[in-house]
């Protein structure tokens, strides 16, 4: 082919606009070069635009637009290494090296280890208490129910329900290991009418993506924190107003009488949930010592995407608020972008944010939480029966992760210390004119109407009254 026919190849394979960049390169060198150097461009642009074409079509062909995403995780028999605490990160490693697919024929919605025909007995028959257990109610529920309960085989059905459910918590996580352990004993009890499709690690985005991705259609549910679900029910947020808890006791005495009515205003919004998981009091973690209230003015705080609240409490203490995903925190932290994060401990070592921070003060500023919301819609199209057993399922195991996370979440944070990171003791003085400011903030977000001001009056009189109590 002559250098004509090469050059009007590669332009035929160029996108528009990097055809237009070539034509004005092209006129330029017409206007001040000579006409063997524009031959010798030629040459070089052809090859160039060549080599873009091949490696355009290439990728092209390989790519999917789909929602079945390979998992970066060892396959169901490789061999792993655990360490002997969970908090010593990195929290589960794979003693072979390389980066591993999850096999097609096993997606990530069940954890498979052995071909399902192998377990038996299998699931079949509920045990009566499970259409009595309402969603959020710990008290009802429960160890797990023994295989040797059902008695007939697994019979799996062609016709299914797929719900797909987002998160960013990583995969290999314990939250993850239960999560799917819950989803193949759903899948097993309904005989496969009912099916979970994981998505960790935030694959699918931050917790305000997978909303747009479950308004969309794409997923039908997120494990997700309340701050997430601020627009959708504002209410929701209410547990983790800075400074509204001060003990773990007073949550308890709190959440008795509130629980359920958050999860019925929380479906009247549009979304199923099954309880609360507690993650304890998130804390500041800093590059520098926070020992009173001028230590935090003018630091960068990171927040939370789309927590309102949390941001203009943040703004009451004179700090300067940076919102980012969780991805960019750690990398914000080492280049100078933040100076203070608001996370438990349990939080900080699972997200590795310890790697960035030199102190933790020891406030307890925040009440975390998290919880799964699934879309009414989709869940309504379960039947009856199998929704009993989701819900019994899914309310057994966030009952068991809020009592295990509290435990997890001092041992970490005794690991915090341990690795190295200094504890800062602020004063009480200083405690109670932090707690005083953003008191005051809490009060002016009911007032605008930021959540239900009736609600939030309820909650303090139960904390008052608990504390009254308690002297």
Known sequence: MTQSGRWHAGLDLAPPSLRYIICYTLLGQIMTSSWKALGRTLEITTIVLLVLAVGYLWVDTDSEDTLEPQIASPPPDAKTESTESPYQLP????????????????????????????????????????????????????ASPAAELYESQYQASSASVVLKIATTSPEGSKLMKELRAGAREIQVRTNGRVRIRYYGGGIMGNDTKVLGQIRAGRLQGGVVTPAALQRIYPDLSIYGLPFLFQSEDEVVYVRKQFDERLLHGLREAGFVSFGFAATGFAVFMSTEPVRELGDLKGKRVWVFEGDTISYTSMEALSLSPVTLPFSDVLAGLRVGLIDIVLVSPIGALALQWQTGVKFIADIPLVYGMGLMAIDVNAFNKIDAADREIFTEVMTRAYCHFDKTNLIDNKEAYEALLNSGIQRVIVADHEFVRIREIVEASNRRLAELGFFSETLYEDIVDYVEDHRSQSR
Not at 103 to 110: L, R
Not at 127 to 139: E, K, L, Y
């Open 91 to 142: 929290l589960r490693r794979s003693a072979d090296t390389g980066t591993y697919r999850q096999p097609q024929e096993n997606p990530p919605s069940i954890d498979v280890t052995q071909p399902i025909e192998l377990y038996e007995p299998m699931y079949q028959t509920l045990p009566a208490a499970s259409s009595t257990i309402p969603a959020g109610n710990c008290d009802s529920v429960g």
